[in-house]
């Protein structure tokens, strides 16, 4: 069972598809020098206490970088409400084990704020890849706003979280833990879902005056590739568990940097034709406030909670 869960691990097509999109890439590409800002600093230079406080300091975070117009604050539209969810959703007894769910909420958000913090004080070589395309992607302004909510998604999905599910460990009860693992699915292809919706009414009198659609490509993160994604860091996560070795360890944190960054590339591959994407980049130039968009992500969420 375990060997088929390692070969599966290695050989599923979608994780092959990723690697291949790494191939002949350096991430080093995205590294930037800039002065860090000590504001932005400060909000995340000290580990999270409890889930309270990455509750705070996410929805800090977002709203100062929302005020600077740094569009590194679209992934925390969608990250914030997540926890948010499923902070409520542990109070309200939903899970199996909710010390245990607290623990993968605050060592999950561990994991994003490190790498944030080392991406904002210039020490590139300690921004995991992934997390080196996302970050570098949102300060070159070269991609989609829709492009660069997915691009954090990648990273925090396919490479932090099978990281955290080994640092909070799976025993004892693993089928419990398993399943509150995948009682989240619910709750982020919900709010993708959201986000989706959002940006395809923002960007759709552009493509409607080229009569050009998106096609579906702004799918790659539907929710069955959302599932899949965290099936694959559960997956990661068992395999170190149970094979636990240094070098076991650090080939599997390899593939998954080497997949979530394949991943990354891909995301930022063109979504549409060339003339459909200039279209998409006029109406982001003309119409598109990230602070705008921020609000009106959060009222729809909000609105259509049953928890609020």
Not at 86 to 100: C, K, L, M, R, S
Not at 127 to 143: E, K
Not at 284 to 304: P, Q, Y
Request: hydrophobic share 45%; aromatic share 10%.
């Amino acid at each position: 069972m375990l060997r088929e869960s390692a070969i599966g691990l290695v050989f599923d097509r979608h994780t092959l598809r990723r690697l291949r999109y790494s191939f002949g890439r350096s991430p080093k590409s995205f590294a930037v020098e800039t002065d860090p800002d000590p504001e932005t600093v400060a909000i995340v230079a000290k580990p999270f206490d409890d889930v309270e406080d990455v509750q705070d300091r996410l929805g800090r975070l977002e709203s100062h970088l929302l005020d600077r117009d740094d569009r590194r604050a679209v992934f925390l539209t969608v990250y914030t409400e997540m926890t948010a969810e499923t902070t409520a959703a542990i109070d309200a007894g939903e899970f199996n084990d909710a010390v245990w769910m607290r623990r993968y909420l605050i060592c999950f958000a561990e994991y994003y704020r490190r790498a944030f913090l080392a991406f904002e004080r210039g020490s590139m070589a300690a921004v995991p890849d992934p997390w080196l395309v996302a970050f570098g992607t949102a300060h070159r302004g070269d991609a989609l706003i829709l492009q660069d909510a997915f691009l954090g998604i990648n990273a925090h999905i396919l490479y932090d979280l099978a990281l955290t599910v080994s640092d909070v460990g799976t025993r004892p009860d693993r089928g419990r833990k398993y399943a509150d693992h995948r009682r989240i699915d619910g709750v982020l292809t919900r709010l993708v879902a959201v986000q989706r919706e959002l940006l395809a009414d923002t960007y759709a009198p552009g493509l409607s005056r080229i009569g050009h659609g998106l096609g579906g490509r702004d799918e790659r993160w539907s929710t069955e590739a959302l599932e899949r994604a965290r099936e694959f860091a559960w997956r990661a996560a068992i395999v170190r568990a149970d094979w636990s070795s240094p070098l076991l360890d650090a080939g599997v944190e390899r593939l998954l940097s080497r997949t979530a960054t394949g991943g990354a590339y891909s995301l930022r591959a063109p979504l549409a034709s060339l003339e459909a994407m200039a279209a998409l980049r006029r109406v982001e130039a003309d119409e598109f406030e990230l602070g705008g968009f921020a609000i009106d992500f959060h009222n729809r969420v909000r609105a259509s909670s049953t928890r609020r």
